[in-house]
């Protein structure tokens, strides 16, 4: 599985941007699908997950009611749209793919096999 993620760039606070993970593989509809972020001198710390089935989604508190994740499975794209940006979402965002239903929650690293490559968002004050 082959990840690509796109759609980073500069924006002011308060304004929006959309990035898109784009996915290789013919089953990506029933890949379990995250996106997280790192910050300079930070770990890398979840962001949003939505499960194979479009039957749940999962966010950080601190971009809850702010960021949307959604997929397309016809172009095996996930999305992460944000909203409302401030200059502490500022990172690196790496989305992530979970294909074996591996156990434990969405809300942590290991349980997602694949990664793409991120791509930066900077947030100016």
């Known amino acids: 599985v082959q990840l690509q993620a796109s759609g980073g760039g500069l924006v002011q606070a308060g304004g929006s941007l959309r990035l898109s993970c784009a996915a290789s593989g013919r089953t990506f509809s029933r890949y379990n699908m995250g996106w997280f972020r790192q910050a300079p001198g930070k770990e890398r710390e979840f962001v949003a997950a939505?499960?194979?089935?479009?039957?749940?989604?999962y966010y950080a508190d601190s971009v809850k009611g702010r960021f949307t994740i959604s997929r397309d499975s016809a172009k095996n794209t996930v999305y992460l749209q944000m909203n409302s940006l401030k200059p502490e979402d500022t990172a690196i965002y790496y989305c992530?793919?979970?294909?074996?239903?591996?156990?434990?929650?969405?809300?942590?690293?290991?349980?997602?096999?694949?990664w793409g490559q991120g791509t930066q968002v900077t947030v100016s004050s």
């Open positions: 939505i499960t194979w089935n479009d039957a749940s989604t």
């Open positions: 992530a793919a979970d294909t074996q239903y591996n156990s434990g929650s969405f809300y942590s690293s290991r349980i997602y096999e694949y």
